[in-house]
């Protein structure tokens, strides 16, 4: 019995590469949102600070606040990112079985 496991293999890798591609945009668009959304608060704390209205500390504690607030956003995208990982390997498992169990049948 010849199984060609090469090209099965390759077919489950662009089955689970396939399965990442159609995911990865929500994923960068969700990124460039959070950016989009911390942008006019840091900015007008960048502002602030060099017209002098904030001192250093000031500006530092706010800093720490928006990189507190990113982080909590970015907690979804690690979520994301898990669901995507989930698909790749599921897709990535039924294209072997697939591939296999075709490959056996069509040998016997």
Same mark, same amino acid.
């Given at each position: 019995?010849? @199984?060609?496991?090469?090209?099965?293999?390759? /077919?489950?890798?662009?089955?689970?590469? =396939?399965?990442?591609?159609?995911?990865?945009?929500?994923?960068?668009?969700?990124?460039?949102? @959070?950016?989009?959304?911390?942008? &006019?608060? @840091? $900015?007008?704390?960048?502002?602030?600070?060099?017209?002098?209205? @904030? =001192?250093?500390?000031?500006?530092?504690?706010?800093?720490? =606040?928006?990189?507190? /607030?990113?982080?909590?956003?970015?907690? &979804?995208?690690?979520?994301?990112?898990?669901?995507?990982?989930? $698909?790749?390997?599921?897709?990535?498992? =039924?294209?072997?079985?697939?591939?296999?169990? /075709? &490959?056996?049948?069509?040998?016997?």
């Amino acid at each position: 019995m010849d @199984i060609d496991i090469g090209a099965i293999l390759q /077919t489950a890798l662009g089955a689970a590469t =396939d399965a990442v591609r159609k995911s990865a945009p929500q994923v960068e668009d969700y990124l460039r949102e @959070i950016a989009h959304g911390h942008e &006019a608060a @840091i $900015r007008s704390l960048a502002e602030a600070l060099a017209r002098g209205d @904030i =001192d250093e500390a000031t500006f530092n504690d706010e800093m720490d =606040d928006e990189g507190r /607030t990113l982080q909590a956003e970015l907690q &979804a995208v690690a979520v994301v990112t898990k669901a995507i990982a989930q $698909r790749a390997v599921n897709a990535f498992r =039924d294209a072997l079985v697939d591939g296999i169990t /075709t &490959a056996v049948k069509a040998a016997l």
